[in-house]
């Protein structure tokens, strides 16, 4: 099985419209090696340390779990869930239960 990391980093990065150097700098790699790093995640090359994925999926507004869904449909729903406030997450999970009870 494919790790799932190098399509979901590309799907957020391009949603927010950043190209790789953008993505690194904001994610703070330094400016000379931003490009080339993300390119090198994105093509699976290599894989990003939880701590780097955690400040990618700060500046892609994403979920961290959102990089390791196999599933483009549980993909797209933790995606939208991040967007979510705190109090329509919970009421979005009581609705989730009372269907799967």
């Known amino acids: 099985m494919a790790n799932p990391i190098p399509r979901r980093l ?21 400016p000379g090696s ?5 390119n ?7 894989t990003p340390d939880y701590s780097t994925l955690s ?11 959102y990089f ?7 993909a797209e729903t933790i995606r939208l869930f991040g967007q979510l ?6 009421e979005l999970l009581d609705q989730i239960k009372k269907n799967c009870a």
Not at 14 to 28: D, K, V, Y
Not at 34 to 38: G, K, L, Q, T
């Open 55 to 65: 400040r990618l999926a700060e500046v892609l507004a994403v979920p961290v779990p």
């Open 40 to 46: 090198q995640y994105e093509r699976g090359k290599h």
């Open 34 to 38: 931003a490009s080339p790093r993300i």
């Open 85 to 90: 406030n705190r109090r329509q997450r919970r």
């Open 10 to 30: 590309t799907q957020a990065r391009q949603l927010c419209g950043l190209s790789q150097r953008q993505l690194g700098i904001q994610a703070g790699i330094d």
């Open 68 to 74: 390791y869904a196999e599933d483009d449909v549980l």
